[in-house]
């Protein structure tokens, strides 16, 4: 049976991979960002699949994190769950 991937399952998959990869270099997504020269909250988006990539920021990202471009594309190991706060327990004005 072929699974269909959508844009967004790409995309977040993309992303998880960049956090995987960067992760495995030690590097902090500040850190990361200021080496490839895109902001933190760009470098953010990417990480969460909120961002539908140029080849060329493909690319870049590739390059930094010294892989080929295609190793992006690799199903991700890790899973981003919801991050945050976590969600409040009980009802309103509750201490």
Known sequence: ?????TPKAVA???G???AELRGEQ??????FSAEVG????????VEAGR??????????????????V?????PAQIKIGRRGRPPRI???GTS
Do not use: C, D, P
């Open 1 to 5: 049976m072929r699974t269909i991937e």
């Open 12 to 14: 977040r998959n993309v």
């Open 16 to 18: 998880r991979r960049v």
């Open 26 to 31: 030690g590097l902090t997504q500040e850190e």
């Open 38 to 45: 895109v902001s933190l909250r760009y470098l953010q988006q």
């Open 51 to 68: 961002e539908n990539l140029t080849i060329e920021s493909l690319v870049k990202l590739a390059r930094h994190l010294r892989v080929r």
């Open 70 to 74: 295609v190793a992006l594309f690799e």
């Open 90 to 92: 009980g009802g309103k």
